[in-house]
């Protein structure tokens, strides 16, 4: 309730926020104030109060909005998103499936990573989009969700 976001356990893909593994939960720094938040095998995004989309971790295929960082742990904005109200990041054990995709405030769904499969609803199957697209036909949505290679 206080906006902040903590993450704690394995930290192989820095996906904690925080630099370290830890048993207990440690402060992202850098980011705030979030309104829900969602981890995946190789990285976390959360949805802060003002409707953006911010990542960390290791973002493989573009789930980061861009293709390397010297320091993954830090928060890097997704950029394209700014009305989101929920997201969802994959826990595939394969990088090259692994997206996050968001909920919009208009009931859209918008997605971006990787697209072996067509996870990304666009139809197409590109191998990644570092750039959050639209999901096609939707748009009455009221949750997003995805999984190891679907959403």
């Known amino acids: 309730t206080d906006g902040e976001v903590r993450c704690w356990g394995g930290n192989r893909y820095e996906q904690t926020g925080t630099g370290k593994s830890s048993l ?3 402060l992202v720094i850098g980011i705030g104030p979030v309104a829900s938040a969602s981890g995946g095998i190789s990285l976390t995004s959360a949805v802060l109060t ?3 989309v911010w990542g960390w971790g290791r973002g493989f ?3 980061l909005d861009d293709f390397s960082s010297p320091t993954p742990y830090v928060p890097v904005k997704v950029n394209g998103i700014s ?3 929920a997201v969802s990041s994959s826990f595939s054990g394969d990088a090259d499936l692994s997206h996050s995709c968001a909920r919009l405030a208009d009931n859209t769904i918008k997605c971006w990573g990787a697209n072996k499969l067509g996870q990304l609803g666009n139809g197409t199957t590109s191998v990644s989009s570092p750039t959050p ?3 096609i036909g939707i ?3 009221v949750d997003v969700d995805v999984g190891c290679n679907q959403s």
């Open 24 to 26: 207990l939960p440690n």
């Open 50 to 52: 003002d409707g953006t």
């Open 61 to 63: 295929y573009g789930q």
């Open 83 to 85: 009305t989101a109200v």
């Open 133 to 135: 697209v639209t999901v």
């Open 139 to 141: 748009n009455t949505a």
